[in-house]
């Protein structure tokens, strides 16, 4: 298998629902993360976990909430979300975490989100 | 600060004709620097990394330190590489990829 897959592709939810976006790779990466992309924008770094461990938060406002139950997996927790945070929701790995090239990211297709 | 400028928005060219994307970063370390690329409908996918210095669908990419560039060209574009190109900078081993702002390529046949 050498794709990231995300749960689900699609995600409307109100502003006072919880819910939660899931992310698999079974490539044996030990890097994963989250980005925000808006419509016609570049993706923006969320957060990156290393080994399981979070290491990047970009100043991520509460009400998202990732997770890393194994090296395989990676959720995102979303609870009383602002209809500003709609977006599309990529997950991506990477081969090496800390001390490796970065650079090289696999990209899920995405989870859009709608917040009403 | 870390930075890239990806200066144009829109490129519009017709088949056949020679591409030209524009990438330049600021960094003040050693940087990485790589292309992806975005097809209409699927994932976006890394095209091209500089320590490769490969040539991937007839892409290439040269980094210049001079002129703290890295553009992407292609001498005969082609329909199909209609798509959205980022040009990113991975600034070490800290896990952070920083994209410009997107291209859009449009090959007119």
């Known amino acids: 298998d050498t794709e990231v897959t995300q749960t689900p592709k699609h995600l409307v939810m109100g502003m006072t629902n919880k819910k939660s976006l899931k992310c698999e790779q079974h490539m044996g990466h030990r890097a994963m993360y989250w980005y925000k992309q808006k419509a016609k924008k570049p993706p923006e770094l969320m957060f990156v976990y290393s080994y399981e461990k979070l290491s990047i938060n970009e100043s991520v406002p509460s009400r998202f909430s990732p997770e890393c139950p194994n090296s395989s997996l990676l959720n995102l927790h979303l609870h009383a979300l602002q209809p500003e945070d709609s977006a599309l929701y990529l997950c991506?790995?990477?081969?090496?975490?800390?001390?490796?090239?970065?650079?090289?990211?696999?990209f899920g297709e995405g989870s859009r989100l709608t917040v009403l | 600060a870390q930075r890239v400028t990806q200066p144009e928005k829109l490129l519009s060219v017709f088949k056949g004709a020679p591409v030209e994307l524009k990438c330049n970063y600021s960094y003040s370390g050693s940087p990485e620097l790589f292309w992806y690329v975005q097809y209409s409908r699927q994932r976006l996918q890394l095209l091209l990394r500089?320590?490769s210095r490969e040539s991937i669908k007839g892409f290439t990419a040269d980094l210049n330190k001079g002129e703290t560039s890295f553009h992407l060209k292609k001498p005969f574009a082609q329909e199909e590489d209609s798509a959205m190109y980022y040009c990113?900078?991975?600034?070490?081993?800290?896990?952070?990829?920083?994209f410009g702002q997107g291209t859009t390529l449009q090959v007119k046949p």
């Open positions: 500089h320590i």
């Open positions: 990113a900078l991975s600034t070490g081993n800290t896990g952070k990829l920083i």
């Open positions: 991506a790995s990477s081969p090496t975490g800390t001390g490796g090239p970065f650079g090289e990211l696999f």
